[in-house]
Every structure is written in structure tokens, then in C-alpha cells.
């Protein structure tokens, strides 16, 4: 690859760009303190929205090479740095596995196992369990998702600071995103790709941590908001969460250097605060 070009800005709105900021990000890009100093970020907000049907594919891949010259500098695709353009891949293809599940879980005839099974089949133990645990999870906000965004609008900040109307979007988020996350560490430690391998494993571990944290909340408030189901709730979370500990246990031993990776923005000091969960 070749040095980004000179016309390259150097700044987002949020100060100084932060080269391989998205890399090992957890894609939550409205919930990002350093969404303004990401460069991919940039790039996605100047190309728009490329599933607007009033475009044409000619339109679209304008504004495609528009915003690459904008935001990055380059004329074509070839001359970004590697990681750049593997972001810039996502993006015009789509944001990838995790994204697409809610949407294709909306539909009346959505068969969570069949879905997942037409993705990238997972081979690893850690990757299946992961991936078992999203549809279930998916089964879990069809049935009780509603009823429980009514209970977590309603009720109070848990003592830890957390709204449970938060935590429930955390579950929501990572909870589908651990087991691409957790492929790619495993195609990436079968290329080779030491780096990749530890920072993918490391955004599935707070995947991990996040929706454990999140079930923690909602552990509080379920089973009171809705007595009904109290017993039932309190099973479902306690068997969530025990899966989720035994999956980020499994993490820190396949992957050793996973939690001690630094990545770029958000483990080398530029944050002063972690994320609440």
C-alpha cells in the first residue's frame, strides 16, 4: 500500500484523526466518544446513505469516490493502507453478519438457527457457542422485547449508573455481535495475523462483558417490573449470563494476549473514562 496522500485531512470534527481507531471498535458508532477524530466514521457520513432508492448504482459509486477523495485522499481503493480499506469494504458492502441479524429477525417467518447456518459456518467450540447464544437471544427479544422496553423505559437508574433502558440496548448491540467477532479472531489466527487475532478476540471479550453487565441491570428489574414472569425471567438471565461467563473465559484462554491488546483510541490513555458497561 502506498503513504496516504498529502490532501488527506489530518482532522475530524472531534480533533486529530486517529489512525486504526475503527479497527478493533465495536461498530457503535452514535454511542462513540471518539466517533469524531474516526476517519472511517468520516467516510461513512460523507458517502450518505447507499441504500437510499432514489440513487442509481451510478450515483452511488460517485459518492463512493467522492467521499475516498474527500476523507482519505486517494483516488482509488488500491492506494489505501490495509486496514483502511478493509473498513472501506465494509461499508460499501455492508456492515457484515452482525448487522444484518435484527433486521432479517423482524420477519414473521425468521428461523434463527436456519439464518445463522446460511453465514459463515463457525468451526471453533468458542465461535458456536457464540453464535448459539445470539439466536437464542434473538428468540428471547422476539417473545419478551417489547414487554421489557416498556419495563426499562419505566424504571428507575440502577444503582450502578446505568439507565436499564441502556442496558437493554447493550444486550441488543453486542449480544449478536460476539460470534463474527469471534470468527474473524479464529481466521485470523488460522492466517497467521498475530494482531488481528488479539484485537478481534478482544472486541468479542467486552462483547462478552458488556452483555453480561447488561443482563445485570435487567436482572434488577424484570423480575419486579413483571411479576408474572419472575421465576421465568431470573432463569433465562441467570442462563445467559452463566453462558456468557463460560464463553469469556473460554476467550481469555484461547486467546491469551486478547485482553492486554491496546487498541488504537481506547486503551492507550486517549479515553480518561471506560464505557459504564
Not at 32 to 56: N, S, V
Amino acid at each position: 500500500m502506498t503513504e496516504r496522500s498529502d490532501a488527506a485531512p489530518t482532522h475530524g470534527p472531534g480533533g486529530p484523526y486517529i489512525e486504526g481507531v475503527s479497527d478493533y471498535c465495536d461498530r457503535w458508532c452514535e454511542r462513540c466518544p471518539l466517533a469524531g477524530r474516526c476517519r472511517l466514521r468520516a467516510f461513512e457520513l460523507e458517502l450518505g446513505d447507499l441504500a437510499d432508492p432514489a440513487d442509481t448504482d451510478a450515483d452511488r459509486r460517485a459518492r463512493f469516490w467522492r467521499a475516498l477523495k474527500t476523507v482519505y485522499g486517494v483516488d482509488a481503493r488500491g492506494e489505501l493502507h490495509e486496514s483502511d480499506a478493509s473498513t472501506v469494504d465494509e461499508v460499501w458492502q455492508g456492515d457484515g453478519a452482525a448487522a444484518a441479524i435484527y433486521e432479517e429477525a423482524e420477519a414473521d417467518d425468521w428461523d434463527g438457527d436456519a439464518a445463522l447456518e446460511e453465514r459463515d459456518e463457525p468451526t471453533d467450540p468458542l465461535a458456536i457457542a457464540a453464535r448459539e447464544l445470539a439466536v437464542d437471544l434473538l428468540k428471547w427479544l422476539r417473545e419478551h422485547g417489547e414487554a421489557a422496553q416498556i419495563a426499562c423505559d419505566a424504571a428507575a437508574v440502577h444503582p450502578c449508573g446505568v439507565a436499564p433502558a441502556d442496558a437493554l440496548d447493550v444486550i441488543r448491540w453486542y449480544g449478536v455481535q460476539l460470534g463474527p467477532k469471534l470468527q474473524r479472531a479464529v481466521r485470523s489466527d488460522a492466517k497467521g495475523n498475530a494482531r488481528d487475532r488479539a484485537g478481534s478476540a478482544k472486541v468479542a471479550l467486552l462483547a462478552a462483558e458488556r452483555t453480561f453487565g447488561g443482563w445485570t441491570v435487567l436482572r434488577d428489574v424484570l423480575p419486579a417490573a413483571l411479576p408474572a414472569r419472575r421465576a421465568e425471567f431470573a432463569a433465562e438471565i441467570a442462563d445467559f449470563q452463566r453462558r456468557l461467563a463460560s464463553l469469556r473465559a473460554g476467550i481469555d484462554r484461547a486467546f491469551p494476549a486478547a485482553r492486554t491488546f491496546v487498541r488504537p483510541g481506547f486503551d492507550d490513555g486517549t479515553l480518561e473514562e471506560p464505557a459504564a458497561l
